[in-house]
Nanobody, 114 residues
Framework: VQLQASGGGLVQPGGSLRLSCAAS????????MGWYRQAPGKQRELVAG???????NYADSVKGRVTIFRDNDRMTLYLQMDVLKPEDTAVYYC?????????WGQGTQVTVSS
């Protein structure tokens, strides 16, 4: 199973980005998917997660600014990020749980700066 993350980039504070994570190599739908991020010198932290049924959870720091959703037909996970702040700068990693096995994408850099 491979996860291909994309959509990162440089954006000004207050701007928006949409990250994508395409899963391939599995005929089974991931039962849980989500995004973590890691800023320089900090531990990796959960940003948001979503179950196969659509239940979501968010870090307090992004609630109200970030929306996680998935397209099960395309086996793709998304993270819509709005009102971005400099503290959102990090490498964002997607993950997927399939029958108890955890898979990770390669990470995509998000930089929020004027």
């Amino acid at each position: 199973v491979q996860l291909q993350a994309s959509g990162g980039g440089l954006v000004q504070p207050g701007g928006s980005l949409r990250l994508s994570c395409a899963a391939s190599g599995s005929t089974f739908l991931p039962n849980h998917m989500g995004w973590y991020r890691q800023a320089p010198g900090k531990q990796r932290e959960l940003v948001a997660g979503i179950s196969s049924g659509g239940s979501t959870n968010y870090a307090d720091s992004v609630k109200g600014r970030v929306t996680i959703f998935r397209d099960n037909d395309r086996m793709t996970l998304y993270l819509q990020m709005d009102v971005l702040k400099p503290e959102d700068t990090a490498v964002y990693y997607c993950y997927a749980h399939i029958f108890g096995v955890e898979y990770w994408g390669q990470g995509t850099q998000v930089t929020v700066s004027s």
